[in-house]
């Protein structure tokens, strides 16, 4: 039907409506004030002069098309998150298996399992720490012996972290302000930062190893970008740009596929993912109402195994930890009961499956907690003093902890630790 006959038919059920409900004044009204168009009802036979359906009928039909509508897209919306629903397998580490603890004579502030190439064609597992004592250590994972040792920061190291390609290439970020990309091979500092005037609380290579960030305590963000390489094929960085923020720069991660780099602050209730090739960015609220309220920090970031979701770490004191959809700020999954405050500065790391994550807590013990349900499946405890590190070694699957009581401990599932 054309816009007129629209028209005319709709002036024709309103009448009718009128006519049927006993609205005798308001119908003589509408009919002096509405004849031209009833008049034309009249004369055009296209337009029935008595509807087959009446105006309640034709709105209940467009209210109940419009909550069709919004049924479809809550299940869609629901059918997106379904992932989240699947049940693991029950296996995730829970056994104390080892503790190096003699590694540092201070605080371990960062630690990782690290895969060294080795001439033969194997691969050396290695334990990279950071410690208060201003050096990094690297440590066979099999005999503790101590295999080198980094001495090129003058104050506590922070962050470090290994180039994705190159994987003798390491960054490291410390208490000196500086940044450093150090050869562990020939001990060479290859290239030095010192574009932050504060703490360089972390550091981190995209992906693809085409970019590295810094964040730190001056309130800027630092990304770098690779522009040449190097007479040994080491890829040589410049710094790309800064970003400026209005509090502490505390956590970042990346997309899986590089796209973009995820900034936390201090101060902020906002995530910022930042466009590696554009370099603008993009703003979710944390706040699941939309407000402007600063309740909390986001203290770590970390994407999914399947490239999904985002987990961060708040210092609410109820123990928040929350599950954002990517470049989004819906949040299918909250966490709580994890004991921390605002002093705190939680650690996370994921189970390679997806299901579980692992999460530290003052009370210095690490919880794994089941995605699915939100439940604490386990609680580990061994360390004596604050947990500072936490991460995941998906091929030896175990997982690394490290602290205040200058220790590293390796968890294994009990079916390996036996």
Known sequence: MERLGSLLYTHALVAHFLETQGYTDTLETFRQEAEYFLTQVEEDNDVPKNPSKPLISVVDDSLNAGLDDKMKKLAEDRDKDEVLNEQGDGRFPTVLANSYDTIHSGNILTAQIHHVPQEDGTDQATIVSGSTDRSIKLTDYNNEQTINLLTHHNAAILSTDFHPLHPKLLLSGGMDQTVQLVDIETNDVLQSFKNHTRYVVKVKFSPNGQYFASCSYDKTFNLYKTTKSDE????????????????????????PDSSYVVVGVREDNYLYYI???????????????????????????????????????????????????????????NFYGIPHDEFSNPRHAWHPSGKYFFATGDDRKIRCIEVKSGKVLAVLAGHTEVIRSLSYDKKLDVLISAGFDKTVKVWKCEDAAN
């Not at 040994?232 to 997309?255: D, H, I, Q, S």
């Open 275 to 333: 466009n590696l090739e554009n370099l603008e960015y993009e703003k979710h609220n944390m706040n699941s109402n939309g407000d402007d309220w600063v309740s909390f920090t986001p203290m770590d970031l970390s994407v999914s195994p399947d490239g999904r979701y985002l987990l961060c770490s708040t210092d609410d004191r109820s123990g928040r930890a929350i599950l954002f959809r990517v470049r989004s700020s819906v949040q299918p999954r």
């Open 232 to 255: 040994n094929g080491y890829p040589v960085f410049e710094l790309l740009k800064t970003f400026y923020f209005r509090g502490y720069v505390e956590a970042m991660t990346y997309t």
